[in-house]
T-cell receptor, first 114, second 115 residues
Framework: AQTVTQSQPEMSVQEAETVTLSCTYD???????LFWYKQPPSRQMILVIR????KQQNATENRFSVNFQKAAKSFSLKISDSQLGDAAMYFC???????????WGLGTSLAVNP | DTGVSQNPRHKITKRGQNVTFRCDPI?????LYWYRQTLGQGPEFLTY????????KSRLLSDRFSAERPKGSFSTLEIQRTEQGDSAMYLC?????????????FGAGSRLTVL
């Protein structure tokens, strides 16, 4: 079965500090995409970052970067210089075979302390 | 372009009633997805369309659920004879093409409360 595991239900970080959210997944596909989405209290999902599995270089988007370990099926998200607006639920997801849809983890709730 | 629009944002209904949710995707997006999200869970796939064709429907979806996208533009999700277990947030998303290479853009969701 295709699964996504986010082992940290809740995390907290001090403003301006760095935090890493973990994600592991299970797929037999060789070509797929991985995502981190953010869901603030307003509940609209917002894309944070995307990684193509065939690319070895880790994706970065400003303060957000990933550590993609394909062999280990690990896809962690690092948030640098955390800001109060980063407080949200963070979901890890990847595409199923043929890129028809996304398979999602249960999420990590991130609190940012001033 | 105002993004993906979902209506109503919140629906409260009594058990046994029918409800319908509408999703207006980004206009040039040919793929449209419905997901369900309950508290403390990640989104659960329900169904998706490419233009007007419904290409996949989750086996978890009972016969009480039906979705349409009649002209390949907006979509409706109808739940007949609602049950308390149907209470959830129903999320709609759209993309320009297959997921992955094309990013899914989500609406704000429609929250269903079944009393």
């Amino acid at each position: 079965a295709q699964t996504v595991t986010q082992s940290q239900p809740e995390m907290s970080v001090q403003e301006a500090e760095t935090v890493t959210l973990s994600c592991t997944y299970d797929t037999s596909e060789s070509d797929y995409y991985l995502f981190w989405y953010k869901q603030p209290p307003s509940r609209q999902m917002i894309l944070v970052i995307r990684q193509e599995a065939y690319k070895q270089q880790n994706a970065t988007e400003n303060r957000f970067s990933v550590n993609f370990q394909k062999a280990a099926k690990s896809f962690s998200l690092k948030i640098s210089d955390s800001q109060l607006g980063d407080a949200a639920m963070y979901f890890c997801a990847y595409t199923d075979g043929n890129n028809r849809k996304l398979i999602w983890g249960l999420g990590t709730s991130l609190a940012v302390n001033p | 372009d105002t993004g993906v629009s979902q209506n109503p944002r919140h629906k409260i209904t009594k058990r046994g009633q029918n409800v319908t949710f509408r999703c207006d995707p980004i206009s040039e997006h040919n793929r449209l997805y419905w997901y369900r999200q309950t508290l403390g869970q990640g989104p659960e796939f329900l169904t998706y369309f490419q233009n007007e064709a419904q290409l996949e429907k989750s086996r978890l979806l009972s016969d009480r659920f039906s979705a349409e996208r009649p002209k390949g533009s907006f979509s409706t999700l109808e739940i007949q004879r609602t049950e308390q277990g149907d209470s959830a947030m129903y999320l709609c998303a759209s993309s320009l093409g297959p997921a992955g290479a094309n990013v899914l853009t989500f609406g704000a969701g429609s929250r269903l409360t079944v009393l």
